[in-house]
């Protein structure tokens, strides 16, 4: 099965809205027609039309969207998982990119923290360019920066923060997912 992120066309949420402008563009048609004997008739094959659209659709495009992402894990970030299962922690991602001004912000005041750094000792670290690494942007859908990412030794996401952190919650967050192995 291929993966879909909800922002892709043909996903539930875009028929879901698609569903109530195609029904009310119908009816306006209809209504600006003004071809009364044939307004009804028009309507309710349209309403039934998108119907069957969407119950043909939502159920394929819900599946999709529960399919774990089937693309290989690219490189670097492969190497840190293995290098995670060897050391039996987990991989703690930083996304990036240099010209991103938050993300220069969380390397020079969240990452060094000392609660952060301790709490860092449980995880392999990485730092991932998105510009250097376009496959790991898109294999991981980041779309904002920076991205930090907890993953299992499966590749598995446990862990998601788009934008910055305040440091405590940081450790926090990663000292629950060190205890429990989730957050």
């Known amino acids: 099965m291929e993966f879909r992120s909800p922002r892709?066309?043909?996903?539930?949420?875009a028929l879901l809205v698609g569903f109530p402008y195609n029904v009310g563009w119908?009816?306006?048609?209809?209504?600006?027609?003004?071809?009364?004997?044939m307004s009804q008739p028009f309507l309710i094959s349209a309403i039934v039309t998108s119907v069957l659209?969407?119950?043909?659709v939502i159920p394929s495009a819900s599946a999709s969207l529960d399919a774990v992402p089937t693309t290989?894990?690219?490189?670097?970030?492969?190497?840190?998982?293995?290098?995670?299962?060897?050391?039996?922690?987990?991989?703690?991602?930083?996304?990036?990119?240099?010209?991103?001004?938050?993300?220069?912000?969380l390397e020079a005041k969240v990452i060094p923290e000392p609660g952060v750094q301790q709490a860092l000792e449980g995880f392999i670290f990485l730092r991932?360019?998105?510009?250097?690494?376009?496959?790991?942007?898109?294999?991981?859908?980041?779309?904002?920066m920076p991205t930090l990412l907890v993953l299992n030794t499966k590749g598995e996401e446990l862990f998601r923060q788009v934008g910055l952190i305040d440091p405590r919650d940081l450790a926090e967050n990663l000292g629950e997912?060190?205890?429990?192995?989730r957050k």
């Open 8 to 13: 892709t066309p043909g996903s539930p949420i």
């Open 26 to 37: 119908s009816y306006r048609t209809v209504q600006t027609a003004k071809v009364s004997n």
């Open 53 to 56: 659209a969407a119950l043909l």
């Open 72 to 105: 290989p894990i690219p490189e670097p970030v492969a190497t840190a998982i293995v290098e995670a299962r060897e050391a039996g922690k987990l991989v703690f991602l930083d996304f990036y990119a240099e010209w991103c001004g938050p993300c220069k912000i």
């Open 128 to 144: 991932v360019d998105i510009d250097e690494h376009p496959a790991a942007r898109e294999r991981f859908d980041v779309v904002g």
């Open 177 to 181: 997912i060190s205890r429990t192995g």
